[in-house]
């Protein structure tokens, strides 16, 4: 199975969830009813246990260094199912996540909050979206790759631990830029800087991305870049699906959520949350 139980979301004033030693109940249940022979584990680590980087690109070898209770939180989930693997022989495995998204990611994760909030913009449903650090850089890959890549680990003959990266980096106000140049609206020009930079509609000149200092994190992961070359090695894994592609098809949903939503306002209906098919 592919064990995924744990907290979702990475708020930066958030505590960590109690529920954070749902890790070891699994591996232990596991053991107790004397299945261990015939299950295979997943552990969805994240490169959030980097945090403060040691080098880059990070590969599984890279000292962890979280800067949230999310990534603190999971560095035990990933050393006990190291723990479990090596004390009791168990088939377990820690895939270490980096940014992997789709259309449908969490609407306040910051990828999804800037394809939606760009799209209700240009659907005339709001004026402007509010970020934080756009000069935070990741590496972003879609879901389906990443979920491809955890089935290729789990038909080894012996459990390892993996990076599950594309290798390629972009700043969150790079996503904003091509999320616009999906739109149509052939990108974003910025002007100002610090907590005044603004971000205008490159067709029409339109303010629409602005800077609020509540999304900025306590303590800030400013960098994370993956190195997959273990992955390409050794499983023949190499994800297929560009950066650009993927925010196309996360732009194009939430396009069509938005106009689905303006044409019913239009009509005088009153729509609470997300216009969905």
């Known amino acids: 199975p592919r064990h995924a139980g744990a907290q979702q979301q990475l ?47 990070q590969r599984e070898t890279t000292p962890f260094y979280p800067r949230s209770p999310y990534g603190v939180a999971k560095l035990y989930g990933y050393w006990i199912t190291v723990n479990y693997r090596e004390s009791y022989g168990m088939y377990c495995c820690n895939g270490i996540l980096f940014n992997h998204e789709s259309p449908r990611r969490g609407e306040t994760f910051v990828t999804r909050k ?22 935070s850089l990741r590496d972003w890959g879609h879901a389906r790759d990443y979920v491809e890549m955890q089935w290729r680990m789990l038909q080894q003959e012996s459990p390892e631990d993996f990076v599950i990266a594309t290798g390629r980096q972009e700043s969150v106000r790079r996503f904003i830029e091509l999320s616009a140049q999906a739109l149509g609206w052939g990108g974003i020009q910025w002007r100002g800087s610090g907590l005044e930079e603004v ?17 900025f994190r306590p ?48 009509k005088g209906f009153n729509v609470v949350g997300t216009a969905q098919e």
Do not use: F
């Open 11 to 57: 708020q930066g004033r958030r505590v960590a969830s109690p529920r954070g030693d749902v890790d070891r109940r699994v591996l232990e249940a596991v053991r107790l009813l004397g299945l261990t022979e015939k299950t295979r584990i997943y552990q969805a680590s994240t490169s959030e246990l980097y945090g403060l980087v040691q080098e880059t690109p």
């Open 114 to 135: 800037i394809t939606r909030g760009l799209a209700r913009i240009d659907a005339e449903l709001e004026d402007c979206l509010y970020m934080g650090n756009l000069d």
């Open 199 to 215: 971000g205008h509609r490159a067709d029409t000149d339109a303010a629409v991305v602005r800077i609020d200092p509540r999304y």
């Open 219 to 266: 303590a800030e992961v400013e960098t994370l870049l993956g190195d997959p070359s273990k992955a390409h090695a050794k499983l023949g894994w190499t994800p297929t699906t560009t950066l650009e592609e993927l925010v196309s098809d996360m732009v194009e949903q939430d396009r069509e959520e938005a106009r689905k939503e303006a044409y019913l306002r239009r």
